[in-house]
């Protein structure tokens, strides 16, 4: 069986300040970890994604993530916020890619605000 | 544009009618991917085809909603006698082999 959660519903951030939005999974076997953002009116994007590489995942537009087997722990992260990360994030957790989409597991999700 | 594409964005309609939505994948996805997002949650799987055979429905899906791909291209989604627990937001998402899926921007669904 597999869960996520999302520590946090919402977070509000000053623009320029750092981010963190905090996930803890739970899975029988080792996981692949997404990060997807999904914005007013637009689709989910992928912003990145762990597959059993490297614990420390780099993605698009300056986020990274860690993946902390012994925490059970994705944290998405960014050292710099920007007014256009305000947005939907959603913390994913699924069987290895080996196998179909569709027995992923979104979370609740994180609502960012950034103040400018 | 080359990306999932779905239609209609919006839709309103009065419960106990009956809607479809579409989806087009991306081009040459083999799998095609339907979820429900209800207000504050996060998607939930429903159902999901390889090429036109559907393999997987989840239990959120009731006898009232259908799921079509006829020729393993774009893909149908019909609820019949639609209820007001049944607003959400329909997305779609394709993927090629084994990898992660893409996205569409969804169709909103107001049950009145």
């Known amino acids: 069986a597999q869960s996520v959660t999302q520590l946090d519903s919402h977070v509000s951030v000053s623009e320029g300040t750092p981010v963190l939005l905090r996930c803890n999974y739970s899975?029988?076997?080792?996981?692949?970890l997404f990060w997807y953002v999904q914005h007013p009116n637009k689709g989910l994007q992928l912003l990145l994604k762990?597959?059993?590489?490297?614990?420390l995942v780099k993605g698009i537009n300056g986020f990274e993530a860690e993946f902390k087997k012994s925490e059970t722990s994705f944290h998405l992260t960014k050292p710099s916020a920007h007014m256009s990360d305000a947005a939907e994030y959603f913390c994913?957790?699924?069987?290895?890619?080996?196998?179909?989409?569709?027995?992923?597991?979104f979370g609740p999700g994180t609502s960012l605000s950034v103040i400018p | 544009d080359t990306g999932v594409s779905q239609d209609p964005r919006h839709k309103i309609t009065k419960r106990g009618q009956n809607v479809t939505f579409r989806c087009d994948p991306i081009?040459?996805?083999?799998?095609l991917y339907w979820y429900r997002q209800t207000l504050g949650q996060g998607p939930e799987f429903l159902t999901y085809?390889?090429?036109?055979?559907?393999?997987?429905k989840s239990r959120l899906l009731s006898d009232r909603f259908s799921a079509e791909r006829p020729k393993g291209s774009f893909s149908t989604l019909e609820i019949q006698r639609t209820e007001q627990g049944d607003s959400a937001m329909y997305l779609c998402?394709?993927?090629?082999?084994?990898?992660?899926?893409?996205f569409g921007q969804g169709t909103r669904l107001t049950v009145v």
């Open positions: 085809f390889q090429n036109e055979a559907q393999l997987e």
């Open positions: 081009s040459e996805h083999n799998r």
């Open positions: 899975s029988s076997y080792s996981p692949s």
């Open positions: 998402a394709s993927s090629p082999h084994n990898t992660e899926a893409f």
């Open positions: 762990y597959t059993s590489a490297a614990t």
């Open positions: 994913v957790v699924s069987r290895p890619l080996k196998t179909s989409y569709d027995k992923v597991i």
